[in-house]
């Protein structure tokens, strides 16, 4: 009896390799490669794992973060160390989507939802709660880097909601000390 003909998907899914289309399972392992270096990157950030963070970016990767232009991991990893020593955050990737895939390369997008916390005291968890700080839609392009690991190239992120002053005014009050 011949095996199950492979499983077909729509053109954006297929991968293509030298010898043609690559199988469902390569496919989808890609794909939740992908998910898993977005993933890390913010679960390092909120815990303040910065070297899990900053392993998930190519080394020259490229993010306008609040504005500025951040040029490769070092750039990266500066920012984020600048936020405050009390600060606790969440953040919520949901919706990821691959939305074109190759062998090396990756564009995807998903929604991120940020929940923010800082009174400028030392954080004890856990600490209160509020709606999310922001909600913003990304793209996200990817790379398969020489190890053989997915990870961001680029960050564009755009902010789709905001929220009411009295949410976020309790954050922008100065720091004592």
């Known amino acids: ?104 390369r990756a564009s995807a997008v998903y929604t991120l939802g940020l929940h923010l916390y800082d009174d400028g005291t030392p954080p004890k968890l856990p600490v209160p709660g509020s709606l999310p700080f922001l909600l913003v839609d990304v793209n996200c392009e990817l790379g398969l880097e020489p190890d053989n690991v997915w990870r961001i190239r680029q960050l564009d992120i755009q902010r789709t909601f905001s929220y009411a002053q009295e949410v976020t005014s309790p954050l922008l009050k100065p720091k004592h000390g």
Do not use: K
């Open 1 to 104: 009896m011949d095996p199950d003909p492979p499983l077909t998907f729509p053109e954006f899914m297929q991968t293509s390799t030298q010898s043609g289309t690559v199988s469902a399972i390569e496919s989808h392992a890609r794909i939740t490669a992908c998910q898993q270096s977005v993933q890390l990157f913010y679960y390092g950030v909120d815990r303040g794992d910065f070297a899990l963070a900053m392993a998930q970016f190519s080394d020259n990767c490229v993010w306008e973060r609040n504005g500025v232009l951040l040029r490769g991991r070092q750039e990266v990893e500066a920012s984020l160390r600048n936020r405050s020593a009390t600060q606790v955050t969440r953040h919520i990737v949901t919706n990821f989507s691959i939305l074109r895939q190759n062998a090396e």
